[in-house]
């Protein structure tokens, strides 16, 4: 069988401006990729085999950094505040000349055609153009991979231009500082410089899907992760960091659809991506498996250190940072869904670490709560996992991804609301955090009870429980579970001071009520009556 030829799409490069001197290094193999970067020193092999490397100054995504180009396309529709800033159009097209020039000066760039969304129906085709080329294995690891066969008339739907390299001025060109991330849903293009951190890449995609999906395909895009059941029933995991998300979805009985972003449309749940983004801060074989299993040849680990005198990673080490993560495709995962596409889902979680011990262990949500504590996305952060935290700080990022939502969040709760209430979907709150007292207290929640709970709901062993109401945030809690103790299940009766639960549980309702106050402009009277009572 002949290997089809591919082209390298010089003239539609040209066309946006890149140098005609330049050398096109286009849609190269992984094992292409790592070759190079270890001939240029950008990085080394660890023990395993994966190439590691250093994404130097940022090791994370810099929010205030990020902007949308206000324009006639966006200026009514993008909802304006301190994660969506905006940024004139004249200082866009500015920097996208300039970034341009820079990677016409480098002598080589690393170009790669890949898409988004696994559902055809949706797929976006994106272009990648890069200075190095470890950032281009990050895009092959987290894109979709188109065929070769496709590539010859690949139309492009939207491009990412990252040079790591490349420093703003920020006295002329409209930033912050040196370095930015400028989504143009006008041009449908995304210009990231200053940070190697590859994630921009990735969220950079993410955002623009949050915006066209809901905004011009009612579908609603999440930032979750999904699973398929042997009877082909979805499950969903909303969750922020620290609550479990990864964790619970990954299911030895269960086929993984993915971790992190997905739509879902009238009759499917679909991942994004092609790769999975994982962080490896304390990783280890026994408690993450597959992610261990997948750091090998074609994975990208970034800014790990080593053990001494080896190119053993030292997954404790912080020395870099605490955000150490691992790029790999998705078919490194044994229990990945190819293609990546499942039903409508049956059941939703939401995962929580309530660091206050107040919310119970599992409880089912009524459509209005769901939408309220959707838009609420709380979390708790406890001691010593951020500097100046001495005691539980309560953490709420709206529909579980605030930094990548263009629109109001309440529009994305209300196709949440929507969607749940015609299929006949049902919602469930997860604390994987405290009970029997707040942090300090109380008892982290069993991960063996937290899984016998989503169990039992997959299981359909709790559609005929009885239920009661919790008497502050309404959700139900049931009053039997399988193999979980009754005690626990009414959070309240584990404490042993009931006064001061009662008055921990207000001080949280009084959180979430003042939190909200900044979305109840542009939600619905059903959502706002779903509020804690006080």
């Excluded at 940022?58 to 940024?87: C, E, H, M």
């Amino acid at each position: 069988m002949s290997i089809p030829t591919i082209s390298i799409p010089t003239d539609k490069l040209l066309q946006l401006g890149i140098s005609e001197a330049v050398n096109i290094h286009y849609q190269l193999s992984p094992e292409e990729l790592v070759k190079q970067a270890l001939e240029k020193k950008q990085g080394v092999l660890n023990d395993t085999g994966a190439l590691c490397i250093n994404t130097g100054e940022f090791t994370g995504r810099s929010p205030q950094d990020k902007f949308i180009v206000k324009d006639d396309l966006t200026a009514n529709s993008v909802n304006w505040n301190n994660i969506n800033i905006p940024i004139e159009d004249k200082y866009y097209q500015q920097l996208k000349r300039k970034i341009l020039n820079y990677l016409g000066q480098q002598g080589e760039i690393w170009v790669r055609d890949g898409y988004a969304c696994a559902d055809p129906k949706y797929r976006i085709n994106i272009r990648v153009i890069n200075e190095n080329p470890w950032s281009n294995l990050f895009a092959y690891n987290m894109f979709l991979r188109p065929e070769n066969t496709e590539l010859s008339n690949y139309a492009i739907d939207w491009h990412i231009i990252q040079a790591p390299g490349f420093r703003a001025d920020a006295s002329i060109d409209g930033t912050r500082q040196h370095n930015f991330a400028i989504v143009s849903f006008t041009e449908k293009t995304i210009i990231i410089g200053g940070s190697g951190y590859t994630g921009e890449m990735k969220k950079g995609i993410f955002t623009i899907l949050n915006y066209v999906l809901p905004h011009q395909k009612n579908v609603l895009s999440m930032h979750c992760s999904a699973n398929l059941g042997k009877d082909g029933d979805v499950a969903i995991f909303f969750g922020l960091s620290g609550t479990g998300k990864t964790t619970l979805s990954a299911d030895p009985n269960r086929k993984l659809i993915g971790d992190d972003e997905h739509g879902w449309t009238a009759n499917t749940v679909f991942n994004f991506e092609g790769g999975c983004y994982a962080k490896v801060i304390d990783l280890s074989a026994e408690k993450e498996p597959e992610i261990f299993n997948a750091i090998r040849p074609g994975a990208l680990v970034e800014n790990v250190t080593f053990v001494d005198g080896t190119n053993k990673i030292d997954f404790a080490g912080k020395k870099i940072t605490e955000n150490t993560r691992v790029s790999y495709p998705l078919n490194f995962i044994s229990n990945a869904l190819e293609p990546s596409v499942g039903g409508l889902p049956k059941n939703i979680f939401f995962l929580t670490c309530d660091a206050y011990g107040v919310l119970p262990p599992i409880s089912k949500l009524t459509p209005g709560q769901a939408m309220y504590q959707f838009i609420s996305g709380y979390t708790a952060k406890v001691a010593g996992t951020e500097a100046g935290i001495t005691e539980p700080k309560s953490t709420f990022s709206a529909c579980f991804g605030a930094p990548f939502l263009p629109l109001h969040p309440g529009q994305y709760a209300e196709m949440l609301g929507k969607k749940m209430k015609e299929h006949n979907v049902n919602i469930w709150m997860v604390n994987t955090g405290w009970s029997g007292g707040a942090y300090g207290v109380g008892q982290r929640m069993k991960l063996s009870y937290t899984r016998a709970m989503i169990t039992a709901v997959l299981n359909g062993e709790l559609d005929n429980a009885t239920f009661e109401a919790h008497p502050i945030f309404g959700m139900l809690m049931p009053a039997t579970c399988p193999n979980v103790p009754e005690q626990i299940l009414n959070p309240r009766n584990t404490w042993a001071d009931k006064n001061a639960y009662d008055e921990t549980a207000k001080n949280l309702a009084n959180q979430f009520i003042k939190n909200f106050e900044k979305y109840a402009s542009g939600v619905t009277e059903e959502i706002l009556a779903a509020a804690p009572k006080v």
